[in-house]
């Protein structure tokens, strides 16, 4: 699956009383395939999940259009927590 950039399948909850699995990929009809295949297999229900969700994604290394909007939140809210702690020292 990881070749294919396709993540999981994690286990998840669909409803308050409903297991699930979830994985995790690129919208297309192969993943919608798998996804059915390993509800079949499985016995659970599975869900898509955009692969930017996927816990274990930045440990990939994989290139996304998402990842440059990831990096800008993650060093503003650095900055803010810099601002932060040389107010209170």
Do not use: Y
């Not at 816990?55 to 290394?61: A, E, I, K, L, V």
Request: avoid cysteine; aromatic fraction near 8%; hydrophobic fraction near 50%.
């Amino acid at each position: 699956m990881r070749k294919r950039k396709i993540g999981g399948p994690i286990p998840s909850m669909l409803s308050a009383d409903s297991a699930a699995l979830a994985i995790f990929g690129e919208m297309s009809v192969s993943l919608i395939r798998i996804a059915e295949e390993l509800a079949n297999l499985s016995g659970f229900p599975t869900i898509v999940r955009p692969l930017e969700e996927d816990p274990s994604f930045f440990r990939w290394g994989i290139n996304s259009k998402h990842l440059s909007v990831f990096n800008f939140v993650v060093e503003i809210m650095d900055l803010a927590l810099q601002d932060m702690l040389l107010i209170t020292v």
